[in-house]
């Protein structure tokens, strides 16, 4: 039976779509460390004496006679994407948490801090803003899996954590700069080597010897433009960005247009690599199909790299519309050559003398 490969991406999409329309983000260890939490408050309480409990601050707040603005918890939200119950996760080496109140390390009085390793998720209990503070007026307070409660800067806080969400800490990860200039090195490396053994071999490779396949080619493109979109996101909204950052989905239905945009390229990326990996097969050996994807995967990183980072400096736009042009116009040019060579096998874009091998086709 023959295949159709435009049928199997037809389909893959659909039901793409409908597992992305499914999704339901579920945080149930969140849930648990912010009821244990409430739950050791109210222990503390009861075991402090009698009506306590009933009270909305701590004694130890109450006895500041300082200036605080109160916290508006909506406003706060829009602003900073996050608010009061929002879990996080540790990403450096340690964090350091200030245990008296932000005020008196404010003015200079005597404090002690406690640090929260690597990996260990926190919840942020309370927001304070102190306007006098020059060094940064928010202050958050932060309570522990082991439910030990510390107050840090905001901005010092958000330098060492990412949100507890699987999709965020993703984005985190594929953000860091280190891990960037580390793609870099092993992307150039990568082309090299196989630039070099897929010319000594005359194998196949995506925009110069490429397989009678639109997929390879359409994925490159794809990379090429999600990268693109995603450093303009970053350039122009990044208050959306960030928002998406703090309260991710993989529903591209659900979020605002720049985003719906972002991941319906994201799908359509992941389908076309399915439908490429599977047209590659079929149409190559084994050893031929594992070198033409591992060339093609170099190609995507290259895209990737080259493309997300120039397009913040607005020279990604014309690179871009340059490297669509030239991917198309070259399939559109090799798709054409309809002849054979009798000798060689070789594909020819007319009738007469193969430029392979010298053989004379009629």
């Known amino acids: 039976m023959r295949r159709h490969p435009f049928l199997l991406f037809i389909v893959l999409l659909a039901v793409v779509i409908q597992l992305a329309g499914c999704y339901h983000k579920k945080t149930p260890s969140s849930f648990r460390l912010s009821d244990s939490i409430q739950e050791a408050q109210i222990s503390r309480r009861i075991a402090a004496g009698g009506d306590s409990i009933l009270k909305q601050k701590d004694s130890t707040d109450d006895k500041w006679d300082g200036i605080t603005d109160k ?29 008296q109140q932000p005020e008196e390390a404010v003015n200079g009085m005597r404090t002690d801090s406690f640090a929260v390793k690597k990996g260990k998720e926190i919840v942020v209990a309370d927001v304070r803003i102190l306007p006098y503070d020059k060094q940064d007026s928010v202050w958050i307070k932060i309570a522990t899996e082991d439910y030990a409660f510390g107050w840090i800067h905001e901005g010092r806080l958000l ?13 985190s990860t594929f953000s860091n700069v280190h891990l960037l200039i580390f793609l870099i090195v092993i992307s150039i490396i990568a082309v090299g080597y196989l630039a070099r053994k897929i010319l000594k071999h005359n194998a196949k490779l995506v925009h110069f010897n490429d397989i009678n ?8 493109v794809i990379v090429a433009l999600s990268a693109s979109f995603y450093a303009s996101i970053q350039l122009f909204a990044p208050e959306t960005w960030r928002e998406f950052y703090f309260h991710p ?45 591992s060339g093609l995967a170099a190609v995507c990183a290259v895209n990737y790299i080259v493309f997300s980072v ?10 871009l519309m340059a490297y669509i042009y030239y991917a198309f116009h070259v399939y559109i040019h090799k798709s054409s050559e309809t002849y054979y060579c009798g000798n060689c096998g070789k594909r020819l874009h007319r009738k007469g003398r193969c430029p392979y091998c010298g053989a004379i086709n009629e």
Do not use: C
């Not at 330098?159 to 984005?171: L, M, N, W």
């Open 71 to 99: 916290v508006d918890s909506l406003s706060f939200r829009v602003k900073h994407h996050y608010s009061p119950g929002y879990n996080f996760v540790v990403t450096s080496d340690s964090l350091m948490l200030l245990r």
């Open 159 to 171: 330098k060492q954590v990412a949100p507890a969400d699987p999709i965020s800490q993703f984005i």
């Open 213 to 220: 396949s639109f997929y390879p080619t359409l994925l490159a």
């Open 249 to 293: 989905s993989l529903n591209p239905f659900s979020q605002p247009l720049l985003l719906n945009i972002f991941l319906v390229l994201v799908w359509a990326m992941l389908i076309i690599a399915i439908a490429t990996i599977d047209d590659v097969r079929r149409l190559l050996k084994s050893g031929e199909a594992l070198l033409y994807l």
């Open 310 to 319: 120039l397009t913040l400096y607005y020279i990604g736009y014309p690179l």
